[in-house]
Nanobody
Framework: QVQLVESGGGLVQPGGSLRLSCAAS????????VGWYRQAPGKQRELVAT???????NYADSVKGRFTISRDNAKNTVYLQMNSLKPEDTAVYYC?????????????WGQGTQVTVSS
């Protein structure tokens, strides 16, 4: 069973930065699309950023110009660099990989890491 482990969350002041990491237990990111999602209290989980197998990226309008998603397939790790953080970025952040398997596409999720932006 593939395991994804997020890390790098914490408490940061508005305007600060954090880098989240998502490490996989096996080589699952190569050739598959990976996304970062977040869920704030009382709200639905929303897509933050994605990176395709070829490296193209997409971002939610709310984070464009502030967040950057990247991948290091050799380290089985995907990153989310978050700059100019705002209180509304406070949420639990999750990574997800849509993995092509012999039986079809299977989504694997991490357990999440808390990001709190507050003064």
């Amino acid at each position: 069973q593939v395991q994804l482990v997020e890390s790098g969350g914490g408490l940061v002041q508005p305007g600060g930065s954090l880098r989240l990491s998502c490490a996989a237990s096996e080589s699952i990111f190569s050739g598959n699309a990976v996304g970062w999602y977040r869920q704030a209290p009382g709200k639905q989980r929303e897509l933050v950023a994605t990176i395709a197998s070829g490296g193209s990226t997409n971002y939610a309008d709310s984070v464009k110009g502030r967040f950057t998603i990247s991948r290091d397939n050799a380290k089985n790790t995907v990153y989310l660099q978050m700059n100019s953080l705002k209180p509304e970025d406070t949420a639990v952040y999750y990574c997800k990989v849509a993995a092509r398997r012999p039986w079809g596409i299977t989504d694997y999720w991490g357990q999440g890491t808390q990001v709190t932006v507050s003064s």
